[in-house]
């Protein structure tokens, strides 16, 4: 079993950048990828990124495409997720997941806030 423990959220305005950092423990890569989802107030969850432990094949949602860059470091069972030109549309609670690519969704985290004001 992998435990997902997410870091970096938080309230920023419209323009700026955040990054999260999730650590993976107890078998860490008992899963060959890990990503994000996000979940807006109201909507349904929705998968922002993910990547290969191994070799670092990455995806992305449309939306988040060429402003968030997802990234590992294997040493640390860490990854993270750089957030660029951040918009209000961004604000969500963010939750990182252990699984398969291309949608890594087996083991979850609890979540952290990042609220994008206008």
């Known amino acids: 079993q992998v435990q997902l423990v997410e870091s970096g959220g938080g309230l920023v305005q419209a323009g700026d950048s955040l990054r999260l950092s999730c650590v993976a423990s107890?078998?860490?890569?008992?899963?060959?990828?890990i990503g994000w989802f996000r979940q807006a107030p109201g909507k349904e969850r929705e998968f922002v990124a993910a990547?290969?432990?191994?070799?670092?094949?990455?995806y992305y949602a449309d939306s988040v495409e060429g402003r968030f860059a997802i990234s590992r470091d294997s040493a640390k069972s860490t990854v993270y997720l750089q957030m660029d030109s951040l918009k209000a549309e961004d604000t969500a609670l963010y939750y990182c997941?252990?699984?398969?690519?291309?949608?890594?969704?087996?083991?979850w985290g609890q979540g952290t806030q990042v609220t994008v004001s206008s």
């Open positions: 997941t252990s699984g398969s690519l291309p949608r890594p969704e087996a083991t």
């Open positions: 107890g078998r860490p890569f008992s899963n060959p990828a």
């Open positions: 990547i290969s432990w191994d070799w670092g094949i990455s």
